[in-house]
């Protein structure tokens, strides 16, 4: 096993990415997530990988798809401006079925907002990345460590369903430092896919990679079988942590930053005596639905803590289905949550409740 | 000893961060959970520098110190920024070579180190953070001795080597101040 070292978020997902077996990263710089361009342009010329900071994050995110399309292990990082750039790129990646990671390093928003940690992109990670029908493999976690562990995790699902996945970190976990232990690199494997675009020497069948289908039958049918996969994702992958959640009359939903922030409150409360937990989804899409139903059966109330105005409170209402309340509570606009002003939602939820 | 929420803050440029990562290193080389936040962006520049430290020996929550156990303030912007938020019974560290005034709490420990004038003196100019670092080692007992020098190894990045004696030094100063 590698030693264990101190490590920024940023810097971290750089060297899982390399030790997933990534060698291809095209990107463009842009705070909080600069740290990970700036340490793939020191790692990748040593380790005969390709750094290449593109005039755009457009230009990145084509890049990536034609790496992709050769059948290349492949990642972008950016952070929320930047992914409603590359939307149209990340569309043409999941119509043409091109597996790739996207890092978003979220800071506040709506236009170029601020520089500090968010959790506003939600929505845009989860369910409008950009236009047609689609969706992307969405992971976040809530340590450094969990942010390596899903790097990996990210790379390889994407392979198996041949679709992008992004890695929903944000502005407080690229920047800090935890410890952290590295996987065991993996080599890069360029070979292994049938259908990429890689020059078939006469030895093989042309392949086509393509988002073009002006047939809607063909089209129709496509999506159809997109949406199948998407099933058995939804199926086998949802990913979630529980925490305290057996006994709790309040569950708090929180993922990434404000998960942790949440468990400081959780703990405080629980001295109290009150008994509250958490669900800490680590798949945003698929969505833990199986887990928060299945603690919906005993919970008198729920309770959506984001760096938003409200997003994710959405989905949990939709698992909930009105069985009982479903509150939010969240800040915005690069401000974090602090465990005083969650641990004050919880009282006051749990004086409502009998 | 199982929580320990520190806040170091002053101006860019006097090894604030610097400082809370030796601590953190040095935290992770004696076993326990710990976070290291930097504060990012404009602020840093000319404004307050500033980051948080949390040691534990269970898992770490929020990352950020919002109320800090112990505040180390190397400027006077920082102390005024920062006082009113450490936990009554906490610690209050000042570069008194700096911050002239004095802290108005009455329910902290405060401690009046003339870290850059000890730096300076020994000529170690620039060295202040370390000295107090060196002070907070003391007072607070975060990691054993060795512990704290792997953790100054651990953090000087090897092209920066030839700073690790003077490192060494102005935190042995601080240990004796």
Redesign the interface.
Known sequence: MNEKVLMKGNEAIAEAAIAAGCRHFFGYPITPQTEVAAYMSKRMPKIDGVYLQAESEVASINMVLGAGAAGVRVMTSTSSPGVSLMAEGISYLAGSDVPCLIVNVQRGGPGLGGIQPSQADYHQATKSTAHGDFHILVFAPSTVQETVDLISTAFDLGDKYRMPAMVLSDGMLGQMMEPVVLPEPKEPDNDSKEWAASGHQNKRAHNVVNSLYINPQELESLVIARYERYAEIEENHQMAEEYLADDADIIIVAYGSSSRVSRSAIDAARKQGIKVGMIRPITLWPFPKKVISKHAEHAKAFLSVEMSMGQMVDDVRLVVNGRVPVEFYGRTGGVIPTPKEILGEIVRINGGVQ | MTDLNVLFAGFGGQGILFAG?VM??AS?MEGK??????S??PEMRGGTASCSVCISDN??????V?NPDVLVAMNLPSLERFEKDVVPGGMIIVDSSIVKKDVSRTDVKVIRIDASKIAEDNGLKGAANMVILGRLFRETGFCSAENLDLGLQ?SIPAKKINLLENNRKALSLGIES
Request: charged share 15%; net charge positive; hydrophobic share 40%.
């Open positions: 990562k953190a290193y992770m959970e710990l976070s290291w936040l930097p990012y962006g898992t770490i929550g929020s990352p950020l919002v651990k």
